[in-house]
């Protein structure tokens, strides 16, 4: 398997830290206050210190089917796809964008090769932390594993949530999809029609048919 493209690693000075690197970290900061307002400062350090910052061009390979994800990311800005094999065909799992966490969970969490594939389907920012400094803030700082598990639990609910449209036709799925994930009008038809698990034509008919009769 050739080696994917793994986008940029920023290489950047903590004091002083560069006006856009700051921007980047600050909007992971506001994101993780959420979940834990009272950040002390000995844990933001520790955090600046570990972090790196990775930038993805459009169709850059993040990660790759049975490589280990060892970088869990959050996205500052664009969108990754997430991809998988059925029946020797690419499939797309799932979209993430700004704001989100990028990882093959069973991946990263096992430290074992991937079924996933990560895809940037955007020219994407992202400030990253590996499994192995992840696992020593962790443990220097006990009160952070509640923002992973806070983290863990918004993700989960959003997949119990659609766990249950299975039992929905794709029209309604498309419907639900619209509402609830901005990213869907950022992909093509055909990766819309991928994640839907129908054809583009079937998809054109829906997005085709008039709002008020649905």
């Known amino acids: 398997m050739k080696n994917p493209r793994r986008g940029t690693k920023i290489p950047f000075e903590i004091n002083p830290m560069d006006p856009e690197i700051q921007s980047y970290f600050t909007t992971v900061f506001s994101i993780l206050k959420m ?6 400062d000995g844990l933001t350090n520790a955090l600046l210190a570990k972090c ?19 970088y869990c990311y959050f996205a500052v800005k664009g969108l990754v796809l997430i991809k998988f094999l059925k029946d020797g065909e690419e499939k797309v799992k799932w979209a993430l ?6 990882v093959s969970v069973k991946s990263f969490n096992h430290q074992t090769p991937s079924i996933d594939k990560l895809v940037a389907r955007e020219d ?11 696992e020593a803030v962790y443990a220097e700082f006990v009160e952070f594993e ?11 609910e959003q997949a119990e949530d659609r766990a ?4 929905y036709s794709a029209e309604e799925r498309h419907e639900m999809l619209l509402k609830q994930y901005p990213w869907v009008n ?4 055909a990766e819309l029609a991928s994640y839907l698990g129908i054809t583009n034509v079937h998809l054109s008919r829906i997005k085709n048919k008039p709002r008020k009769n649905r």
């Open 35 to 40: 979940y834990l307002p009272n950040f002390c």
């Open 52 to 70: 790196e910052v990775f930038k993805f061009k459009k169709n850059d390979i993040i990660l790759d089917y049975d490589e280990t994800c060892r």
């Open 124 to 134: 994407t920012i992202t400030v990253a932390i590996s499994w192995e400094n992840l």
């Open 97 to 102: 964008i700004e704001n989100d966490v990028i």
């Open 164 to 167: 249950t449209w299975v039992h």
């Open 146 to 156: 509640k923002v992973g598990r806070k983290l863990t639990h918004h993700y989960y």
């Open 186 to 189: 950022r992909v093509t038809d």
